[in-house]
């Protein structure tokens, strides 16, 4: 027996290429260009939207990113240590 496809993984998905779409289109370069506070910036959009407290986001966000996990989670800690000063 197949397991069912998790309900709103396409609508997490979207939400995603959503903003990364708006922040990439904003920005006027493809993602394999954007800068590291470029990609501080776009993680930060994320985790403000709430997109991180999903299970599974970071990969999905790793995967627009072109970037590894590990470097996201870097720059996601970069971003909270940053909003936590301000």
Do not use: C, N, W
């Not at 990364?20 to 930060?44: I, Q």
């Amino acid at each position: 027996m197949r397991r069912p496809e998790p309900l709103f993984e396409h609508d997490r998905a979207d939400h995603v290429q959503h903003i990364f779409g708006t922040y990439v289109r904003e920005a006027g370069k493809p993602a394999e260009r954007l800068s590291r506070s470029d990609r501080r910036e776009v993680v930060g959009r994320l985790d403000d939207a709430g997109v991180f407290a999903v299970r599974r986001a970071v990969p999905l966000v790793a995967g627009a990113l072109k970037a590894s996990r590990s470097t996201l989670y870097t720059l996601l800690a970069e971003h909270r240590a940053q909003r936590t000063s301000s």
